[in-house]
């Protein structure tokens, strides 16, 4: 069965830190992309970042270039997100979920962890 | 200011149709696949329907969809208080530097 967990999230300050990580099962995680989504609470769904299968390439929305980093390890099965420079508007359940091949869209997600940003 | 644009709500009986739409560009659903997600209350996204009219195996037949030019539709026939949720379309935009954009997402009540 496939399965995808977040953990990482809670309180953080403005401005501060946090990094947020996706324990993957069931299946050959190195064999699929992955992606971090986010909704703000009562909001809609957000892309944030994107990562391929072998990690070498990652991408991201605008409003967090340079400030968040998604990166992988095979060997961990885990997809992680770096996220720096927080602000309210970076507050939201962030979701991991997986890329199905051959164009089948993010086929599992996880439960999602919430990242509260307030002093 | 979602890209993809979707009606806030949507509503139905038990066992009517219920259609819902969304409205982009040429630069998103023209030239892209169309993704549907459901979002149960409290619950994460679902996988509804893959490239415009697709169903993954074990999602009912009661959900169709489909595309035509900038729009695409996410058709429930017959529907059910279960499928009282949130749904969203989805999209690769070509020009956007962001890989996937999403509709503002319709929420479905089942009077």
């Known amino acids: 069965e496939v399965q995808l967990v977040e953990s990482g999230g809670g309180l953080v300050q403005p401005g501060g830190s946090v990094r947020l990580s996706c324990a993957a099962s069931g299946f050959t995680f190195g064999s699929y992309a992955m992606k971090w989504v986010r909704q703000a609470p009562g909001k809609g769904l957000e892309y944030v970042a994107s990562v391929s299968s072998d990690g070498g390439s990652a991408f991201y929305t605008n409003s967090v270039k340079g400030r968040f980093t998604i990166s992988r390890d095979n060997s961990e099965d885990t997809v992680y997100l770096q996220m720096g420079y927080l602000s309210a508007e970076d507050m939201a359940v962030y979701y991991c979920?997986?890329?199905?091949?051959?164009?089948?869209?993010?086929?599992?997600w996880g439960r999602g962890t919430l990242v509260t940003v307030s002093s | 200011q979602s890209v993809l644009t979707q009606p806030p709500s949507a509503s139905g009986t038990p066992g009517q149709r219920v259609t819902i739409s969304c409205s982009g560009s040429s630069s998103n659903i023209g030239s892209n696949y169309v993704y549907w997600y459901q979002q149960l209350p409290g619950m994460a996204p679902k996988l509804l329907i893959y490239k415009n009219d697709q169903r993954p195996s074990g999602v009912s037949d009661r959900f169709s969809g489909s595309k035509s030019g900038t729009s695409a539709s996410l058709a429930i026939s017959g529907v059910r208080s279960e499928d009282e949720a949130d749904y969203y379309c989805?999209?690769?935009?070509?020009?956007?530097?962001?890989?996937?954009?999403f509709g503002g997402g319709t929420k479905l009540t089942v009077l």
């Open positions: 989805a999209a690769w935009d070509d020009f956007l530097s962001t890989d996937v954009v």
């Open positions: 979920a997986r890329v199905g091949i051959g164009a089948v869209g993010l086929e599992y």
